[in-house]
């Protein structure tokens, strides 16, 4: 448990940044708002069912992620802006970061309550069917970014983030699938040792 403290205090005082003085409240509510209703749903889940520590360390390092997006916006992140200038790209890409993450992240989550909860027999489709979902809940996410944007006019376009790049939507999906498959190929093992332990 002294780990599990650890994580939520980490995850409280990186909220606590993210929230004093951003950069647009607005934003900052819309970036971090998944972060804090993911949060709710694990505590209220705890008791019924705890995460590895490799999980929920993979939870927190995303809703860092997402804090930091929150507190400068992800078009205007300062160490981006810096990558930007030095290797003289056209945009701000910490969103890409942020994009990952959605893919990675729920990759290691649902393949854990899939391990655990026995949810398919059939191993030859389970990586394939993570990365579908994972794949699934990007598009929902641009769905809902096209959503805000419509109904708030110029305040959802720091939400957004395009930054005027026309393909912005299918690269931030194809992130996340990225994201996905590297979690998968790279850190399931690490995973099932954890898994072992239970």
Wanted: aromatic content about 18%.
């Amino acid at each position: 448990m002294k780990y599990i403290y650890l994580l939520l205090s980490l995850f409280t005082l990186t909220l606590l940044w993210s929230i004093i003085n951003p950069k647009e409240g607005f934003t900052c509510f819309l970036e971090i708002i998944p972060a804090i209703i993911g949060f709710v749903i694990l505590a209220l889940t705890f008791k019924r069912f705890r995460f590895t520590n490799f999980t929920y360390t993979l939870i927190l390092i995303h809703c860092i992620i997402l804090f930091i997006g929150g507190h400068y916006t992800y078009a205007e992140v300062p160490f981006f802006d810096y990558i930007k200038e030095v290797f003289h790209q056209s945009r701000n890409n910490y969103d890409k970061v942020g994009h990952f993450a959605q893919g990675f992240v729920p990759a290691m989550i649902i393949r854990e309550l899939f391990i655990r909860k026995k949810v398919i027999a059939n191993q030859s489709f389970f990586n394939f069917i993570i990365v579908c979902i994972c794949l699934a809940i990007s598009a929902a996410y641009e769905w809902i970014e096209w959503f805000v944007s419509l109904a708030t006019g110029d305040g959802g376009d720091a939400f957004l983030g395009t930054q005027g790049y026309v393909w912005d939507t299918q690269s931030d999906m194809l992130f996340a699938t990225i994201g996905a498959i590297v979690a998968l190929v790279l850190f399931s093992k690490a995973q099932d040792k954890q898994l072992i332990k239970l």
